[in-house]
Protein backbone atom coordinates (compact mmCIF):
# COMPACT_ATOMS: atom_id res chain seq x y z
CA UNK A 1 0.00 0.00 0.00
CA UNK A 2 1.05 3.47 -0.91
CA UNK A 3 2.02 5.44 2.48
CA UNK A 4 -0.91 8.23 3.28
CA UNK A 5 -0.60 10.96 4.75
CA UNK A 6 -4.17 11.99 6.46
CA UNK A 7 -5.21 15.49 8.05
CA UNK A 8 -8.38 15.92 9.98
CA UNK A 9 -8.97 19.04 10.44
CA UNK A 10 -11.87 20.12 12.28
CA UNK A 11 -14.30 22.97 14.62
CA UNK A 12 -16.16 22.01 17.67
CA UNK A 13 -17.79 23.78 20.35
CA UNK A 14 -19.26 21.04 22.44
CA UNK A 15 -17.25 18.03 21.80
CA UNK A 16 -19.78 16.06 19.66
CA UNK A 17 -17.34 17.26 16.48
CA UNK A 18 -14.44 16.62 18.62
CA UNK A 19 -15.23 12.88 19.02
CA UNK A 20 -16.46 12.15 15.89
CA UNK A 21 -12.53 13.83 14.38
CA UNK A 22 -10.89 11.52 16.69
CA UNK A 23 -12.63 8.59 15.22
CA UNK A 24 -11.85 9.30 11.89
CA UNK A 25 -8.42 9.91 13.23
CA UNK A 26 -8.20 5.96 14.74
CA UNK A 27 -9.61 4.96 11.54
CA UNK A 28 -7.34 6.51 9.27
CA UNK A 29 -4.24 5.57 11.54
CA UNK A 30 -5.65 1.97 11.94
CA UNK A 31 -5.18 1.55 8.05
CA UNK A 32 -2.26 2.75 7.80
CA UNK A 33 -1.79 6.30 7.17
CA UNK A 34 -0.22 8.95 8.98
CA UNK A 35 -2.37 11.08 10.85
CA UNK A 36 -2.97 14.86 12.12
CA UNK A 37 -5.55 15.95 13.99
CA UNK A 38 -6.00 19.42 14.22
CA UNK A 39 -8.74 21.43 15.20
CA UNK A 40 -8.97 25.49 13.82
CA UNK A 41 -8.94 29.00 16.13
CA UNK A 42 -11.91 29.46 18.21
CA UNK A 43 -13.38 32.49 17.06
CA UNK A 44 -16.09 33.46 18.98
CA UNK A 45 -15.84 35.90 21.42
CA UNK A 46 -15.12 35.12 25.23
CA UNK A 47 -18.45 36.02 26.45
CA UNK A 48 -20.57 34.22 23.71
CA UNK A 49 -18.12 31.01 25.11
CA UNK A 50 -18.66 31.86 28.50
CA UNK A 51 -22.40 32.02 28.17
CA UNK A 52 -22.54 27.68 27.61
CA UNK A 53 -20.44 25.97 30.58
CA UNK A 54 -20.23 22.88 27.90
CA UNK A 55 -18.67 25.20 24.90
CA UNK A 56 -16.21 26.64 27.40
CA UNK A 57 -15.36 23.27 29.09
CA UNK A 58 -14.78 22.12 25.69
CA UNK A 59 -12.01 24.80 24.78
CA UNK A 60 -10.30 24.08 28.33
CA UNK A 61 -10.51 20.26 27.80
CA UNK A 62 -8.58 20.26 24.15
CA UNK A 63 -6.37 23.05 24.65
CA UNK A 64 -3.75 21.05 23.74
CA UNK A 65 -4.64 19.89 20.18
CA UNK A 66 -2.85 21.69 17.84
CA UNK A 67 -4.37 24.38 15.49
CA UNK A 68 -4.74 23.39 11.89
CA UNK A 69 -1.82 25.53 9.61
CA UNK A 70 -1.38 25.94 5.88
CA UNK A 71 1.61 23.40 6.05
CA UNK A 72 -1.19 20.74 7.64
CA UNK A 73 -2.88 21.33 3.98
CA UNK A 74 0.29 20.97 1.97
CA UNK A 75 1.69 17.91 3.96
CA UNK A 76 -1.03 15.71 3.17
CA UNK A 77 -2.42 13.82 0.79
CA UNK A 78 -5.97 13.53 1.80
CA UNK A 79 -8.28 15.61 4.36
CA UNK A 80 -10.99 15.03 6.07
CA UNK A 81 -12.83 17.97 7.19
CA UNK A 82 -15.45 18.20 10.18
CA UNK A 83 -18.03 20.29 11.42
CA UNK A 84 -21.01 21.43 13.25
CA UNK A 85 -24.09 22.54 10.92
CA UNK A 86 -24.79 26.62 11.34
CA UNK A 87 -28.13 27.09 9.47
CA UNK A 88 -26.87 24.33 7.00
CA UNK A 89 -23.69 25.47 6.44
CA UNK A 90 -20.19 24.75 8.07
CA UNK A 91 -19.45 27.00 11.18
CA UNK A 92 -17.84 29.92 10.72
CA UNK A 93 -14.86 29.32 12.62
CA UNK A 94 -13.94 26.21 9.79
CA UNK A 95 -14.89 28.65 6.90
CA UNK A 96 -12.71 31.26 8.24
CA UNK A 97 -9.84 28.69 7.81
CA UNK A 98 -10.70 27.70 4.88
CA UNK A 99 -10.70 30.96 3.36
CA UNK A 100 -7.06 31.57 3.70
CA UNK A 101 -6.16 29.20 1.18
CA UNK A 102 -6.90 31.25 -1.20
CA UNK A 103 -2.94 31.51 -1.63
CA UNK A 104 -2.35 27.57 -1.96
CA UNK A 105 -5.64 27.14 -4.27
CA UNK A 106 -4.07 29.77 -6.82
CA UNK A 107 -0.67 27.77 -7.03
CA UNK A 108 -2.42 24.92 -7.83
CA UNK A 109 -1.18 22.98 -4.36
CA UNK A 110 -4.77 22.23 -2.92
CA UNK A 111 -5.49 20.09 -6.17
CA UNK A 112 -5.52 15.92 -6.81
CA UNK A 113 -5.63 15.48 -3.08
CA UNK A 114 -8.78 13.55 -1.47
CA UNK A 115 -11.56 15.18 0.41
CA UNK A 116 -14.39 14.38 2.76
CA UNK A 117 -16.33 15.53 5.70
CA UNK A 118 -18.58 15.15 8.60
CA UNK A 119 -20.65 16.79 10.85
CA UNK A 120 -23.29 16.92 13.32
CA UNK A 121 -26.35 19.15 13.67
CA UNK A 122 -28.98 18.92 16.74
CA UNK A 123 -31.93 17.47 15.06
CA UNK A 124 -32.21 14.76 12.70
CA UNK A 125 -33.04 17.19 9.59
CA UNK A 126 -31.25 19.98 10.89
CA UNK A 127 -28.76 20.46 7.69
CA UNK A 128 -26.32 16.97 8.14
CA UNK A 129 -26.43 16.97 4.51
CA UNK A 130 -26.57 20.56 3.24
CA UNK A 131 -23.24 21.32 5.69
CA UNK A 132 -21.31 18.46 3.85
CA UNK A 133 -22.48 19.40 0.51
CA UNK A 134 -21.78 23.14 0.77
CA UNK A 135 -18.01 22.04 1.79
CA UNK A 136 -18.46 19.88 -1.50
CA UNK A 137 -18.53 23.27 -3.22
CA UNK A 138 -14.97 24.10 -2.11
CA UNK A 139 -13.47 21.27 -2.57
CA UNK A 140 -14.44 21.36 -6.34
CA UNK A 141 -12.64 25.07 -6.10
CA UNK A 142 -9.97 22.94 -5.07
CA UNK A 143 -9.84 20.31 -7.94
CA UNK A 144 -10.01 17.85 -5.23
CA UNK A 145 -11.19 14.23 -5.22
CA UNK A 146 -14.03 14.05 -3.47
CA UNK A 147 -14.44 10.49 -1.46
CA UNK A 148 -17.63 10.24 0.46
CA UNK A 149 -18.35 6.52 2.65
CA UNK A 150 -21.49 5.92 0.37
CA UNK A 151 -23.43 2.57 1.11
CA UNK A 152 -19.51 0.58 1.50
CA UNK A 153 -20.20 -0.98 4.79
CA UNK A 154 -23.04 -2.35 6.70
CA UNK A 155 -22.81 0.37 9.36
CA UNK A 156 -23.35 2.92 6.57
CA UNK A 157 -27.39 0.92 6.77
CA UNK A 158 -27.32 1.75 10.10
CA UNK A 159 -26.63 5.38 10.15
CA UNK A 160 -28.09 6.19 7.03
CA UNK A 161 -26.24 8.73 5.53
CA UNK A 162 -23.73 8.58 2.55
CA UNK A 163 -22.62 12.07 2.17
CA UNK A 164 -20.31 12.11 5.40
CA UNK A 165 -20.49 10.76 9.01
CA UNK A 166 -23.20 12.85 10.77
CA UNK A 167 -24.16 12.93 14.70
CA UNK A 168 -27.91 14.39 15.85
CA UNK A 169 -25.98 16.66 18.81
CA UNK A 170 -29.01 16.50 20.55
CA UNK A 171 -28.98 13.41 21.84
CA UNK A 172 -25.43 13.15 23.32
CA UNK A 173 -22.52 12.59 22.51
CA UNK A 174 -21.80 10.42 19.63
CA UNK A 175 -23.06 6.50 19.69
CA UNK A 176 -20.51 3.67 18.95
CA UNK A 177 -22.23 3.15 15.62
CA UNK A 178 -21.38 6.54 14.57
CA UNK A 179 -17.81 6.20 15.49
CA UNK A 180 -17.73 2.94 13.91
CA UNK A 181 -19.34 5.23 10.67
CA UNK A 182 -16.29 7.57 11.01
CA UNK A 183 -13.85 4.90 10.73
CA UNK A 184 -15.13 3.36 7.97
CA UNK A 185 -15.30 6.71 6.29
CA UNK A 186 -11.41 7.54 7.39
CA UNK A 187 -10.69 3.74 5.90
CA UNK A 188 -12.32 4.40 2.56
CA UNK A 189 -10.29 7.67 2.63
CA UNK A 190 -7.17 6.14 3.00
CA UNK A 191 -7.57 3.19 0.22
CA UNK A 192 -8.88 5.79 -2.13
CA UNK A 193 -6.13 7.70 -1.30
CA UNK A 194 -3.59 4.74 -1.61
CA UNK A 195 -4.76 3.47 -5.02
CA UNK A 196 -4.84 6.83 -6.46
CA UNK A 197 -1.01 7.49 -5.16
CA UNK A 198 -0.01 4.39 -6.65
CA UNK A 199 -1.78 4.44 -9.74
CA UNK A 200 -0.09 8.12 -10.52
CA UNK A 201 3.41 6.50 -9.48
CA UNK A 202 2.73 3.82 -12.08
Known sequence: MEPVNVAVIYYSATGRVHALARAVAEGAEKAGADVRLRKVAESAPPEAVGSSPEWAAHLRETADV??????????????????PTRFGNPASQLRAFIETTGPLWFQGKLADKVYSAFTAANTAHGGHESTILALGNTFYHWGGVIVPPGYTDPVQFETGNPYGTSHV???GMPSEVTLQAARHQARRVVDTTSRLKAGRAA
Open 66 to 83: AEAGHDDLLWADAVLFGT
Open 169 to 171: AGN
